[in-house]
C-alpha cells in the first residue's frame, strides 16, 4: 500500500530536525465552535504535510492537533468522537495514577491550564531560528486575537541544544547532557535503511521494518500483516481517521543539579570512580550517543548516529546478563529489542515489536551549565512528543510496564532510574562483578503537564474545519 | 485430568444459586474486602476467587443455543497440599461468609459448615484438566519468606557499598 | 472500513475491570462453548500438556504468569430441586489465570508466542478467530470473559518474577550465612563480592 505522503503532517515519519531548532507550542482554546472551524480553517492553509520540499527549505513548518475537547468544541458528534480510542477520550490527566504522575507530578499542579480540558487546539511551529519563529508567533498570535471564539490557553517555547560548532550529525543533547532522538523505529517504505537497530529483530540477526499502521491510521499494521482478512486496525471515522496519528504531549522538569550531584556522589563508591561510566550505565549509552552494548568500555569518540548501522545492536547474543548494558538502563527499558526474550527462543522481538514509539522530543529552558551542582531554579527540560498509532498499546504499555516497573526484566518493581518514578522502588542494579546499586533521592523527572491529541491528515484536518456530520 | 503441578493444588466448585438470590450474593462478594479477605484465613491459599457466571456465552456459529437453567457461582483455589485438609480448613475457618456465600447456592447444608459444608463442594467439584504453576514447589510461607529476605537483602546491600570490611562484617552478623 | 480492535476495557491501568485486580495481580476467567469434537480433543490435549511438561515449557518461561489452568465442563451436578437439571448441548472450556503486567500485554503474549498452544486449548471453541491477528484474538476473550465477584491473593504486591528471584536466592543466601560463620573480616568481604555476583540477577 503505497504511502500518500501529502496527506500526512510532517514530522511524523521524517523528523524536520536539526535545521529546525526552535519549536513553539501554542495551545488555543475554543469557546464557539463555528468560530473555532473559520479559524482553523484559516491556519490549516499552511500546514506541512510529510511530502518532499519543492524548491528550498521552508523557513519553518506549522502543524496542528487536537484533544478531544478539542474536537467537542468544533462542533464534532458525539457520535464521532465516540470512534477515537478511549484513552484519547479521557485524557492523559485522568489516567494520571497509571502513569506515575502521582505527587509533584499530578495533574493537580499542571501549567498553564494543561489536563484541565480547556486544552483544544495545538499549534506546533518549528522554525530555524528565534527571530524567524517569534515571527510566526505572533503572526499566529493575531490570528488567535482576530478570530472571534479562540484564545490562547498556554504558550510553550523550546529549543534544541545543539553541540556549539558540532558537524550536523552530532545529535543534540537532552538537559542531562546526553544526545538524544537519534534513534527512531523503521517504518516499513519509509525508513528501511533504519531497520537495522530500528525495526523488529529477527531470528539469525536479521532485522525488517515495522509496518506503517504502527504510526499512521489508515495503513496496515502489524496485526494486519498476521491476518488473512488483512483488516486494518481500528481508527477513528473517515474523514477523520485517515492519516492521523494519536499524538502524546508531555512538558517534563529535569532536575539537573539534584542528578549530577547523585552521580557524583554514587561514582565515589563505583568501581574506579568513573563518573562517566556511570552516567551510560543509568542510560545505556554513553553522552556521545556510543551505544554500551557495543561499545562497553569507552564511547567512540567518532560515533556519528546517522552512520549506517551505528543503532545496530541487540541484547540478547552479547549482553544477556546485563554486564554491558544494564538490564534496567533507559534505552534498554524503554526499547528492549531482543532484550524481552530469552534465547532459545525464536523471535525475541515478539514480546515489544507492538510497543515502539515515533518521539520528537525537544528540550527546553537554558541548559545548566557545565559542573553546576547547586539548583538555579530556572526551569528547564524536555517537552516530550511522541506518535503512535494507539496511546495505549504503545506509550502507555511503554510507561507503565517498562520505565515504571521492573517484572518484564526480572528487576521486581524496580522503576526507571532516569525518570525516578514515584510507583517503582527507585534502586537500580548495574549489574557487574560486583554489581552496584544505586537508590536516587527523588523523582530527577516531574510531570509539569501534558495531553493526549490527535493529529490529523491533511485532508482530514480541512474537513475538520469544514465541519464534521454525525 | 491434573488437579496439581508439585505441591500446588487446583479445586473448583460450580454451585447453582438459589433462585432471587444472585443479585445479594453478589453484592456481599463484591462488598468482602481484598485486605482483609476471608480467604487469608486459609494460609495455604495463593489466589482464589468467587465469580458468578450468569449464562454461557453463545457464539453465532453455534447451532443451536445453550442456556443455562440459573446462575451459578464458580470458585476457584490455587493453594498448598493436598485438597482433603485445605477443604476441612475451609469449612471451619470461613463460616460464618460461607453462610452468605454458599448458603445462597442450592443444596448446601443449612449450616454451611463442617464436614457437610465439604461433602457440598466435593459434589460440585468440577476436575482441572491442565494446571500450569510458576513455582509448583513453594507453599505461600515460603514464597513469602523468600520475598522478605530479598528485601532484606537488597537493603542491607545498599548499606553495605558503604562500610568498610570491618564495619561490614559486624553488621552483618547483627543483620543475618 | 475496518473491523474494531478489542473492544474498549474499562478505566484501569491493567486495561481490565478493577474487581480483577489484587495489587499486582490480575485475574481473568473464561468461559466458551466448545465443539462436540472437543469432548475428545481436549482431554488428550490435557493429557498430551501434563505427560510432557516440555511442551509447556513457553508458558512457564512467561515471566508474567503465576498459575493458569483449563477445564472442561461436560456435566454440571445436580444437586435437587430448586435447580433444574443441565443438559449440556456442548462442553464448555474454562479458563482461569493469575498474572502480572497489562490484560493486553498477556493476551498479546498469548497470541504472539503461544500461538500453537492457543489453537491447541481454543481451536475447538466456537467463535474461536485464529490467535493472530491480536485484534479479534482479544475481542474474542473479552467477549467469553467474566468479572470476578471477589479476587485475593497472598501476596499481592508481588509480582512472578519477584517470586521466583526470590525463591532462588533463599537458598544461596542460606549457604552463604553458613559459609559465613568463621570467616576474617576480610575474607568475608571477599566472599560478600563474590557471591553478590553470583546472586545479582535475583536483586
Redesign the interface.
Given at each position: 500500500m503505497a504511502v500518500d505522503r501529502s496527506d500526512i503532517q510532517g514530522n511524523v515519519l521524517r523528523a524536520y530536525g536539526s535545521s529546525y531548532p526552535c519549536t513553539a507550542y501554542v495551545f488555543a482554546h475554543v469557546s464557539d465552535a463555528g468560530g473555532g472551524r473559520a479559524w482553523l480553517g484559516s491556519i490549516a492553509e499552511a500546514v506541512s504535510s510529510d511530502e518532499e520540499w519543492r524548491g528550498s527549505k521552508p523557513s519553518s513548518h506549522r502543524n496542528i492537533a487536537v484533544t478531544c475537547a478539542g474536537l467537542r468544541a468544533l462542533g464534532v458528534p458525539e457520535s464521532v468522537i465516540g470512534t477515537f480510542s478511549d484513552e484519547f477520550r479521557q485524557g492523559m490527566a485522568a489516567r494520571s495514577e497509571m502513569l506515575g504522575d502521582l505527587g509533584v507530578s499530578d495533574p493537580r499542579h499542571w501549567d498553564g491550564g494543561l489536563g484541565t480540558g480547556a486544552a483544544h487546539v495545538l499549534v506546533i511551529l518549528n522554525g530555524r531560528a528565534r527571530d524567524e519563529i517569534e515571527a510566526e508567533l505572533a503572526s499566529l498570535r493575531a490570528s488567535i486575537e482576530r478570530a472571534p471564539g479562540v484564545s490562547i490557553l498556554h504558550e510553550q517555547y523550546a529549543e534544541l541544544l545543539l553541540v556549539a560548532g558540532a558537524a550536523a550529525n552530532v545529535p543534540a543533547r537532552e538537559q542531562f547532557g546526553f544526545a538524544d532522538g537519534a534513534a527512531q523505529p523503521a517504518i516499513a517504505g519509509v525508513s528501511d535503511d533504519a531497520a537495522a537497530g530500528g525495526g523488529v529483530p529477527l531470528a539469525g540477526g536479521a532485522w525488517r521494518p515495522l509496518a506503517l499502521g504502527e504510526f499512521v491510521l489508515g495503513y496496515p499494521d502489524e496485526d494486519t500483516l498476521v491476518d488473512p482478512q488483512k483488516r486494518l486496525p481500528s481508527a477513528p471515522a473517515d474523514p477523520l481517521g485517515r492519516s492521523g496519528t494519536y499524538v502524546v504531549y508531555r512538558k517534563l522538569r529535569q532536575d539537573v543539579a539534584p542528578f549530577r550531584r547523585v552521580l557524583r556522589d554514587a561514582a565515589a563508591r563505583f568501581v574506579g570512580g568513573d563518573e562517566e561510566l556511570l552516567a551510560a550505565k543509568v542510560v545505556g549509552r554513553w553522552r556521545n550517543g556510543t551505544p554500551l552494548v557495543t561499545s562497553p568500555g569507552r564511547p567512540d569518540p567518532g560515533f556519528s548516529a546517522t552512520a549506517p548501522g551505528s543503532n545496530s545492536f541487540r541484547y540478547l547474543d552479547v549482553d544477556v546478563d546485563g554486564r554491558r548494558c544494564p538490564l534496567g538502563a533507559h534505552i534498554r527499558r524503554s526499547n528492549p529489542r531482543d532484550g524481552l526474550g530469552w534465547p532459545a527462543l525464536d523471535d525475541a522481538g515478539l514480546l515489544s515489536f507492538r510497543h515502539r514509539i515515533i518521539r520528537r522530543g525537544v528540550p527546553y529552558g537554558p541548559p545548566l551549565p557545565a559542573d553546576v551542582l547547586d539548583d538555579d531554579g530556572v526551569d528547564r527540560g524536555l517537552v516530550f512528543v511522541c506518535f503512535n498509532a494507539s496511546i495505549s498499546r504503545q506509550f502507555e504499555s511503554v510507561q507503565l510496564q517498562w520505565l515504571n516497573d521492573g517484572n518484564g526484566f526480572h528487576l521486581g518493581h524496580d522503576s526507571d532510574f532516569l525518570l525516578g518514578s514515584p510507583l517503582g522502588t527507585g534502586k537500580m542494579t548495574v549489574q557487574g562483578d560486583p554489581p552496584f546499586m544505586l537508590s536516587p533521592q527523588g523523582p530527577f523527572v516531574t510531570t509539569r503537564g501534558g495531553e493526549y491529541l490527535f493529529m490529523p491528515g491533511i485532508a482530514a484536518l480541512r474537513a475538520l474545519a469544514r465541519g464534521i456530520g454525525g | 485430568m491434573s488437579n496439581t503441578s508439585g505441591q500446588a493444588t487446583a479445586f473448583m466448585a460450580l454451585t447453582p444459586i438459589q433462585p432471587g438470590e444472585e443479585a445479594a450474593l453478589r453484592s456481599f462478594l463484591e462488598a468482602l474486602p481484598q485486605d482483609g479477605s476471608p480467604l487469608a484465613r486459609l494460609a495455604g491459599t495463593h489466589f482464589a476467587r468467587w465469580v458468578i457466571l450468569r449464562d454461557w456465552v453463545n457464539d453465532p456459529s453455534q447451532p443451536r443455543e445453550e442456556r443455562l437453567e440459573s446462575p451459578y457461582l464458580i470458585f476457584t483455589s490455587n493453594f498448598d497440599g493436598p485438597l482433603d485438609p485445605y477443604l476441612d480448613e475451609l469449612c471451619v475457618k470461613l463460616t460464618p461468609e460461607a453462610r452468605e456465600i454458599w448458603g445462597r447456592c442450592v443444596g448446601c447444608p443449612p449450616d454451611a459448615t463442617g464436614p457437610q459444608l465439604k461433602a457440598y463442594l466435593l459434589h460440585n467439584k468440577i476436575d482441572t484438566g491442565f494446571f500450569v504453576a510458576a513455582y509448583p514447589n513453594s507453599t505461600v510461607a515460603q514464597v513469602k519468606a523468600a520475598l522478605a529476605a530479598r528485601e532484606q537483602l537488597i537493603a542491607f546491600a545498599m548499606r553495605a557499598q558503604d562500610m568498610g570490611p570491618d564495619e561490614l562484617f559486624r553488621a552483618f552478623a547483627e543483620e543475618f | 472500513?475496518?473491523?474494531?480492535?478489542a473492544p474498549?476495557?474499562p478505566?484501569?491501568?491493567t486495561?481490565t475491570d478493577p474487581?480483577n485486580v489484587?495489587g499486582?495481580?490480575i485475574?481473568i476467567?473464561v468461559?466458551?462453548?466448545v465443539k462436540p469434537l472437543g469432548r475428545l480433543w481436549?482431554?488428550l490435549?490435557?493429557w498430551f500438556?501434563?505427560t510432557f511438561p516440555r511442551a509447556?515449557g513457553?508458558?512457564?518461561?512467561l515471566?508474567?504468569?503465576?498459575?493458569?489452568?483449563?477445564?472442561?465442563?461436560t456435566r454440571?451436578?445436580f444437586?435437587?430441586?430448586?435447580?433444574?437439571?443441565?443438559k449440556?448441548?456442548?462442553p464448555?472450556l474454562?479458563f482461569?489465570s493469575?498474572f502480572?503486567?497489562?490484560w493486553?500485554?498477556y493476551i498479546?503474549?498469548f497470541s504472539?508466542?503461544l500461538t500453537r498452544g492457543m489453537k491447541f486449548f481454543w481451536g475447538t471453541?466456537?467463535?474461536f478467530p485464529?490467535p493472530?491477528?491480536?485484534?479479534?484474538f482479544k475481542t474474542y476473550i473479552k467477549?467469553?470473559e467474566?468479572?470476578?465477584?471477589?479476587?485475593?491473593?497472598?501476596?499481592?504486591?508481588?509480582?512472578?518474577?519477584?517470586?521466583?528471584?526470590?525463591?532462588e536466592?533463599?537458598p544461596k543466601?542460606g549457604a552463604f550465612?553458613a559459609r559465613?560463620k568463621g570467616?576474617s573480616?576480610?575474607a568475608?568481604?571477599a566472599a560478600?563480592?563474590?557471591f553478590?555476583?553470583d546472586v545479582?540477577?535475583?536483586?
Open positions: - | - | 472500513m475496518s473491523e474494531p480492535a474498549p476495557g478505566d484501569t491501568a486495561g474487581a489484587d499486582q495481580a485475574a476467567t468461559f466458551s462453548t481436549l482431554p490435549v490435557f500438556a501434563t509447556s513457553t508458558l512457564g518461561r515471566s508474567f504468569i503465576h498459575f493458569a489452568r483449563w477445564s472442561l465442563v454440571i451436578p444437586n435437587g430441586p430448586p435447580q433444574r437439571e443441565e449440556l448441548n456442548y464448555h474454562f482461569e493469575n502480572n503486567g497489562g493486553e500485554e498479546d503474549a504472539h508466542i471453541s466456537y467463535g485464529q493472530l491477528p491480536t485484534g479479534p467477549r467469553n467474566i468479572v470476578a465477584s471477589h479476587f485475593y491473593g497472598a501476596y499481592p504486591q508481588a509480582t512472578t518474577t519477584m517470586i521466583l528471584s526470590s525463591l536466592l533463599a543466601l550465612k559465613a570467616m573480616p576480610d568475608f568481604a560478600w563480592s563474590e553478590l555476583a545479582q540477577e535475583c536483586l
